[in-house]
């Protein structure tokens, strides 16, 4: 995989310009759709149920929070979970759009990666942008969906900034901090919910990120926090009870201390 990332890295992926696509649909217990052959590049991701894709001479499963990359000239059917229903969204480009070499390695990838906060992210903006009726809006779906798909190709390890992607215990970490922000969290939850002792975990983020889960929780509300002084009239009060500070002296400590200036000084430099 190294080989390929060095590929990727060095040449630019997307050959043409094209729109890209986002979808959302919920299949009802035991729904179905095919067979079909794939006649776009589409990513696929499962927010709860579970459908399980024949492609060619093989099947796999899609379950909850997995995304999987479906890739043209394939024949496809899908058998969506039996006793619950199935919601999924995609993101699809009209004609292909990868060069030949990515193409390649994409084949070569597991059937199935997590899907990471950040795409679930990129798919919300995705949708609600598709639904606002508008000529300037095209370029901005664009620029999503080329987000999302070098998201997805960082988490695969195709392409990544760091060099390598975050460790999946990590990445549920993140997942936790990120939706729980306004509670109360101990370091053993959090280690909870990436399913490991909160030793492992401190190992794990150490080597991705060179800091702790604790530190990173902080870090996380710090930049939350400046997000909200920067862009809401909130006060610095209600912007603490948001995010987990145990006050707003709490709040302001934190945010001098991540920034180097006060919540007042970052919001009047902003403002001004």
């Not at 035991?30 to 052959?37: E, Q, V, Y």
């Not at 975990?201 to 997000?227: H, K, N, Q, V, Y």
């Amino acid at each position: 995989m190294s080989e390929g990332r060095n590929i990727i890295s060095g040449m630019n992926i997307f050959l043409n310009t094209q729109l890209f696509n986002f979808g959302e649909v919920v299949y009802p217990p035991g729904g179905r759709l095919g067979p079909r052959t794939q006649g776009d590049v589409v990513m696929v991701i499962v927010h709860s149920g579970e459908v399980n894709i024949g492609v060619d001479d093989r099947t796999y499963r899609v379950g909850p929070t997995e995304a999987t990359i479906l890739l043209p000239g394939r024949q496809e059917m899908f058998l969506f979970a039996d006793k619950t229903e199935t919601h999924h969204t995609w993101c699809e480009v009209s004609e292909p759009f990868l060069s030949h070499e990515a193409l390649h390695l994409l084949e070569q990838l597991p059937s199935t990666l997590a899907w990471t906060s950040r795409l679930e992210k990129i798919f919300r903006l995705g949708l609600e942008t598709k639904r606002i009726n508008s000529r300037k809006l095209p370029p901005v779906v664009e620029h999503l969906g080329h987000a999302l798909f070098h998201e997805f190709f960082a988490e695969a390890g195709i392409v990544s900034d760091s060099g390598k992607p975050r460790h999946p215990s990590v990445e549920k970490a993140f997942r936790f901090i990120e939706s729980n922000l306004s509670e109360t969290i101990s370091s053993n939850e959090i280690a909870r919910s990436a399913g490991t002792s909160y030793q492992h975990l401190a190992r794990l983020f150490r080597a991705d990120l060179g800091t702790s889960p604790t530190r990173e929780l902080w870090r996380i509300r710090c930049e939350r926090g400046g997000d909200l002084l920067r862009s809401t009239g909130l006060t610095v009060g209600e912007i603490a009870g948001l995010l987990g500070f145990q006050n707003p002296y709490h709040f302001s400590r934190c945010i001098k201390k991540q920034f180097g200036l006060s919540p007042i000084q970052i919001r009047k430099a902003d403002w001004s």
